[in-house]
């Protein structure tokens, strides 16, 4: 068993560009374990072990406590990005609109898409020896832009050091959930203006301007043919008006929200909330291929300035951006 109390803990590991996890996991593989008291932790996990850190429930530690070595501090910046990292999946959404996740070294990306036409979507015999239809897949015109989303941590060492660690964890989580709202918003904002490469949302017209009906509902379906409606987005008046629709009241509807907080159109589209939408406007999308999210590294932080202690001035933050796969996909409806 290798002896993960030798492993000697400094800046530079953060430096690679890869989490401290990846490299404590080379460098102390958890398949080492099994069968012990110390299965079922990762690397980072057994060196908090190690040092005796209890960062949540009964008996956690004061921030003090990362911050008793050299060794024990360099734990410090890894834990922070964990809770931001664990705030980003508590308040994520993305998943439920996001069709794939491209990770990248650098900052410019050209995705790739594919453009439908009507002729194209029709699924037609071909003869023997008769021309094959064609998709044509292209990179696109213009690079992915990435935005910068994050906060600063603002705080002096002396004033938090005697704080608890699962408390100082909350306010972590709250900038991770700060961050999955802003993308949530960089995203819908893609769907429905494109990603600079001329691929805005096509709008559906309402049957009746002012009023949303069960009807325009129908009509979204429709227009996103060959594509499926599975995922609806409403802001907080569409989402009124959805759930006061008649059709909406359906027992087994209800039964599922009650049950897992979760609504499913009488289309069989799971129905989203989000304040990244205003007014009376609704999409209705494909996640399946509709929207790519391009992620520039993971949760970063000044880790230099967090191990020694540093704390005022210190960002968080994550690098990511969106770009269209099929323009069609998604459908807007404003009425």
Not at 285 to 309: H, P, Q, T, W
Request: charged residues 25%.
């Amino acid at each position: 068993m290798a002896n993960f109390e030798k492993i000697n803990l400094e800046k530079g590991m953060y430096q690679t560009g890869r989490s401290l996890t990846e490299i404590l996991e080379e460098m102390d593989p958890s398949e080492n374990y099994k069968g012990t008291a110390l299965e079922g932790l990762d690397a980072f996990s057994r060196q908090l072990k190690r040092f005796d850190i209890k960062v949540s429930g009964k008996g956690s530690d004061t921030i003090e406590k990362f911050f008793a070595t050299t060794d024990s501090a360099a734990l410090f910046p890894e834990y922070v990005s964990r809770a931001v990292n664990a705030g980003r999946e508590e308040a994520d959404m993305l998943s439920d609109i996001v069709a794939t996740v491209t990770k990248i070294d650098g900052m410019d990306y050209r995705s790739c898409t594919s453009s439908l036409t009507d002729d194209d979507k029709s699924l037609k015999r071909v003869a023997e020896g008769a021309f094959i239809p064609t998709t044509e897949i292209k990179t696109s015109d213009n690079l992915v832009r990435l935005h910068k989303r994050g906060r600063m941590l603002v705080a002096s060492y002396e004033a938090l050091r005697f704080q608890r660690i699962d408390l100082f964890t909350v306010t972590l989580k709250q900038i991770g959930a700060y961050i999955a709202r802003t993308q949530m918003a960089d995203a819908v904002d893609v769907i429905i203006n494109g990603d600079g490469n001329q691929n805005g949302c096509d709008s559906v017209t309402p049957a009746a301007s002012g009023s949303l009906s069960y009807a325009d509902l129908i009509s979204m379906w429709s227009a996103l043919a060959p594509f499926e409606l599975n995922t609806v987005l409403a802001g907080t008046p569409a989402m009124t008006d959805l759930l006061t629709m008649s059709e909406m009241k359906d027992a087994v509807a209800g039964l599922n929200f009650q049950g897992s907080g979760k609504m499913i159109t009488p289309l069989g589209a799971n129905l989203i909330h989000t304040t990244a939408l205003t007014g009376n406007n609704i999409i209705g999308l494909d996640k399946n291929c509709s929207l790519e999210m391009v992620v520039a590294g993971d949760v970063a932080v000044d880790y230099d300035k967090l191990i020694d202690r540093q704390l005022e001035k210190a960002s968080i933050s994550c690098i990511a951006g969106f770009a269209k796969i099929y323009n069609g996909a998604a459908k807007k409806l404003s009425y």
